[in-house]
């Protein structure tokens, strides 16, 4: 009987975040599984090319990151491997990414979708993990796993912040100094949403609006939206389990955010 296989997908640029998840992954395997890395930074997700341009590559830095976690192996391929000249099949996914990053960023999770399930095809995992941050598209990926019928089990794991409650991003790279300290109100304005009681999304994210609006000369709202947790669909009354998820604007940097919210 073959041992299991362990997928941690990543893009590179590893942060603490992302050893959380390697060493989940190293957790479950115990002496008996493989532990496979991927870093691709894949292109088709990006739907714009300066936001591609300026993703930080640190491989020799993520390789580190990998060996002191554990990780058994490491998958890097090239876009050439990943994606022949004649490549015309993509994997849509048309209810879960309806609504939030699927409509801010055409295109974005059909990339996701894509890569994700060559690399399910390739390196053929038992189990793969995800970190709760990008939490669209884990339940997306959730839904590809059930509608492809791949015999994999998706591990989501809680986001990893900085002290500042600021969730760990690669992205967090781009920011200065000033911007790093001011983009702590994401964090307080989720919190503040979810400790409420109130049970209307209008009210709730006019809290939440109202708080992210003090650094508002730094800080624009791309979207901040309360959510089914099953299907992403926009919520008025929390009468379920419910998911605040917000996207923002720092500069030109782009980071995502969300808490989840447990309806009793």
Do not use: W
Request: hydrophobic share 40%.
């Amino acid at each position: 009987m073959s041992q299991p296989v362990i997928l941690v997908p990543t893009m590179g640029a590893l942060h603490d975040g992302h050893r959380k998840l390697i060493r989940e992954g190293n957790a479950i395997k115990g002496n008996k599984g493989t532990l496979i890395v991927s870093i691709y930074l894949n292109p088709i997700q990006f739907n714009d090319p300066k936001d591609l341009d300026k993703y930080p590559r640190t491989f020799d830095t993520d390789y580190k990151v990998c060996e002191e976690e554990g990780a058994d192996l490491i998958f890097a391929p090239s876009d050439a491997e990943m994606y022949l000249n004649s490549s015309s099949v993509k994997v849509s996914e048309n209810k879960l990414a309806r609504e939030l990053c699927g409509s801010k960023r055409p295109g974005h999770f059909d990339g996701v979708c894509t890569v994700v399930t060559k690399l399910f095809n390739l390196i053929k995992p038992k189990i793969a993990i995800f970190g709760k941050k990008d939490y669209q598209q884990l339940s997306i990926i959730r839904q590809l796993v059930t509608d492809l019928n791949y015999s994999i089990e998706i591990i989501a794991i809680e986001t990893q912040r900085e002290q500042s409650g600021l969730a760990m991003s690669s992205r967090n790279e781009q920011l200065n100094e000033i911007e790093k300290e001011k983009s702590s109100v994401i964090y307080e304005a989720l919190e503040a949403m979810a400790k409420s009681g109130e049970s209307k999304s209008k009210n709730l994210i006019r809290l939440g609006k109202s708080i992210i609006d003090k650094e508002s000369q730094i800080i624009e709202i791309d979207y901040l939206e309360v959510v089914d947790r099953s299907n992403m669909a926009k919520l008025e009354i929390i009468d379920r389990p419910a998911l605040v998820a917000i996207a923002v604007f720092i500069g030109k940097t782009r980071l995502i955010d969300n808490i989840e919210i447990n309806f009793e």
